[in-house]
């Protein structure tokens, strides 16, 4: 398959990265729980269905991607047009070609079990694109990515109290009490 896993796919060229870069490892968190190897040993690019269950790799980190970003744009001096307003339009843009793969294609079930490996593929290249740029804005911002999504989801559970809220879309501002 054609994986996301290994320095070729990463599109490292040679350049020896810092983090180890394999697939899944035997064991990882799926939901706060440990599983066994079986339950992640589908190919990393999904053909599950809503079904099954799914966890991303522990590695990178947010922070490994920030490094291995940061040595890519240093090799080539390219901080120079790496001003955090062009970040963000080069990031918006990558959001844009995702949401080209999925434009004209009416709803798509989880899993995305009717997309060829190719286009899954791509997908992945387009998602990875908005995600290094989101890191790299957040770098030029001094926003603490990970800790400020800790921060943002415990704020979310106050926002929206799984009692109150649960099996309703509604946004907040839309309850009365
Ligand atoms: N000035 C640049 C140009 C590219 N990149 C990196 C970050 C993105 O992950 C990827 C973006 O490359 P392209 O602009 O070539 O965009 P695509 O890879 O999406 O190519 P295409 O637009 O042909 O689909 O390369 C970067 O950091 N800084």
């Known amino acids: ?67 291995m970003q940061a040595q890519f744009t240093d090799e080539r001096d390219w901080n120079q047009f790496h001003q955090p307003r062009n970040l963000l339009l080069a990031m ?17 079930a989880e899993g995305l079990p009717d997309w060829t490996e190719a286009e899954r593929e791509h997908l992945a290249q387009e998602l990875s694109d908005v995600l290094i740029y989101l890191v790299e804005l957040a770098e030029k911002c001094r926003v603490d990515l990970p800790q400020a999504v800790l921060r943002k989801m415990a704020l979310n559970r106050l926002k929206y109290p799984a009692n109150k809220v649960h099996g309703s879309a509604k946004k907040y501002t839309e309850y009365k009490d």
């Open 1 to 67: 398959m054609m994986a996301t896993s290994g320095k070729d796919a990463c599109g490292l060229n040679g350049e020896e990265p810092s983090v180890s870069l394999t697939s899944n490892n035997d064991k990882s968190l799926v939901n706060g729980a440990t599983t066994e190897a079986s339950a992640l040993s589908k190919p990393q690019n999904g053909g599950g269905t809503g079904a099954e269950r799914f966890a991303f790799s522990p590695e990178p980190t947010i922070e490994d991607i920030r490094r």
């Open 92 to 108: 918006v843009g990558e959001v844009g070609e995702v949401s080209e793969l999925f434009q004209w294609r009416g709803e798509v």
